[in-house]
């Protein structure tokens, strides 16, 4: 048995659970706990199928849910494991042993992208596969030790960019961060054109909001959306694969969109923004 606590935060993914925490099961860590966003559909009742120990996080988003997940946690060292995530046979023995043998304070497991066969999906698999984001260390599919985040909370502001915040945060402050080279899990997106949309936005909003807190340092942050949309197409003709150009376009539109939508909430609602840390 791994010593280690694994946090799953879950809100109405009834097509996703049941894999997920069968696979981390298998993986067999010391303990399991969900944190649910207020599901109404069958999400509970097939966790429940489970021996985790389940939590709610009263609807406060992602970044809140996982941070409760790690005060609640008994293990010095934590998993951040989202409902997408499959681990593959041996894969969290494996990154918890690279994870100790690098001296890590984070240490993401690779990520192979996944879908159906819709276009969207499918895309997204492309653009991700493809990516140079797959090479910075997040939250998905990740171990830290608890104290690091019981130090430097995830800021709950975040419903979204909270991975590209906390990453900035531990870097400045010289923890060592990392993403496997050796260690993959599946990471699975949805097919629908409504899914792609949703991706994009919240990316962009993350990026508008780390503009808000950091200001001009974070200024570089906007130009990403456009530096992997020309990326993306200029791959795409390369490889005589066109299809992906639509993709793309939307990528762009919907980012820098988002990441309007980011700065101006911020503005027009200080009090939601400032609002202190400390009830994290």
Not at 166 to 192: C, P
Not at 215 to 234: D, E, F, N, Y
Request: hydrophobic content about 40%; glycine content about 10%; charged content about 15%.
């Amino acid at each position: 048995m791994l010593p280690v606590t694994v946090i799953v935060p879950v809100r109405n993914s009834e097509h996703l659970v049941e894999g997920c925490l069968t696979s981390i099961f298998k993986a067999n860590p010391a303990e399991v706990i969900v944190v649910d966003g207020l599901s109404t559909d069958h999400t509970l009742e097939i966790v429940q199928r489970f021996p985790v120990v389940i939590i709610s996080d009263g609807g406060l988003g992602v970044p809140a849910a996982r941070m409760m997940g790690v005060r609640a946690a008994s293990n010095p060292i934590v998993g951040l494991f989202d409902v997408d995530i499959r681990i593959p046979d041996g894969a969290l023995e494996s990154l918890y042993q690279q994870f100790f043998e690098g001296q890590y304070d984070a240490l993401q497991a690779g990520l192979i992208s996944y879908s159906g066969q819709g276009y969207w999906g499918r895309a997204l698999v492309n653009h991700h596969n493809n990516g140079r984001s797959k090479h910075w260390p997040g939250l998905m599919a990740s171990l830290f030790k608890q104290q690091v985040l019981l130090d430097h909370p995830l800021d709950v502001r975040f419903r979204s960019g909270e991975d590209i915040e906390i990453r900035w945060r531990l870097k400045n402050a010289g923890y060592k961060m990392g993403v496997s080279s050796t260690t993959t899990v599946q990471h699975w997106f949805g097919d629908s054109y409504e899914f792609a949309k949703d991706q994009w936005l919240q990316d962009g909003k993350g990026l508008g909001r780390m503009v808000v807190k950091y200001g001009l340092r974070a200024i570089p942050l906007i130009g990403i959306p456009l530096a992997g949309a020309v990326r993306g197409i200029l791959l795409s003709l390369a490889h005589l694969q066109p299809r992906w150009i639509l993709y793309y376009l939307g990528y762009f539109l919907y980012n820098y969109t988002s990441i309007f939508s980011g700065l101006t909430e911020c503005i027009i609602n200080p009090e939601v923004w400032m609002q202190s840390t400390a009830s994290q």
